[in-house]
């Protein structure tokens, strides 16, 4: 079974604080997404890494940095949090267009919190 | 840039029902996902479609690319298919333009 793991479903952090969201997929994937999710919004692209140690800025990058050192791990990193990042995080994983999917697959989410 | 509208935004039936949602969007896509998210957060892919229906199960998604509209359909509704349902296209790049989504409540 196809598997896109995040590392905390929920997190409370105080401002200022350095957050670390985790996501690791198991399907050898070279695609990976992080997301943020806000009533009224929808989905909103904040970074995608199409292989490892290659990045690209989403939509709303701003506040945030990723890492991608392997290619089953791609985290998502707020250098100093701030209570406009409280938001529902979501990772996932396809495989690159022009294969026979590209389907996405996504993790649980992770609800943070900064107060 | 893609602008993606669902319609309904919420969407209450009875058990049994048969439901449609619809998407539409403003320039030629790709492919067009429908996603389903379960209250608590996790997120589901359904469907991808570049032309024409697919069906899996109670569920059929058809897409008109002449008209740049897709639709969502569930036949005998169910509480289990209480969630969001979110339409998303992709253009000629890697980026998806997600709808806001439709919540459907099925009630027993």
């Known amino acids: 079974d196809v598997k896109v793991t995040q590392s905390s479903r929920y997190l409370v952090k105080r401002t200022g604080e350095k957050v670390f969201l985790e996501c690791v997929q198991d399907?050898?994937?070279?695609?990976m997404f992080w997301y943020r999710q806000d009533p009224g919004l929808g989905l909103r692209l904040i970074y995608f890494?199409?292989?490892?140690?290659?990045?690209e800025k989403g939509d709303i990058p701003e506040g945030y940095s990723v890492s991608r050192e392997k290619k089953e791990r791609f985290s998502l990193i707020l250098e100093s949090a701030s209570t406009n990042q409280t938001s529902m995080y979501l990772c996932?994983?396809?495989?690159?267009?022009?294969?026979?999917?590209?389907?996405?697959?996504f993790g649980e989410g992770s609800r943070l919190t900064v107060l | 840039k893609n602008e993606v509208e669902q319609s309904p935004q919420n969407l209450t039936a009875q058990e049994g029902e048969f439901i449609t949602i619809n998407c539409s969007y403003s320039?030629?896509?790709?492919?067009l996902h429908w996603l389903q998210q379960h209250p608590g957060g996790g997120i589901v892919s359904l469907f991808m479609?570049?032309?024409g229906k697919k069906k899996h199960g109670r569920l059929i998604a058809t897409i008109n690319i002449q008209e740049k509209h897709s639709s969502l359909h569930i036949t005998a509704s169910h509480p289990r298919d209480s969630a969001v349902y979110i339409c998303?296209?992709?253009?000629?790049?890697?980026?998806?333009?997600f709808g806001k989504g439709t919540l459907l409540t099925v009630n027993p």
């Open positions: 996932a994983s396809s495989l690159p267009r022009g294969l026979h999917t590209g389907e996405l697959f």
């Open positions: 399907m050898d994937h070279e695609n």
């Open positions: 890494s199409y292989d490892v140690k290659m990045k």
């Open positions: 320039v030629g896509i790709s492919a």
């Open positions: 479609l570049s032309s």
């Open positions: 998303a296209v992709r253009g000629s790049n890697y980026k998806l333009t």
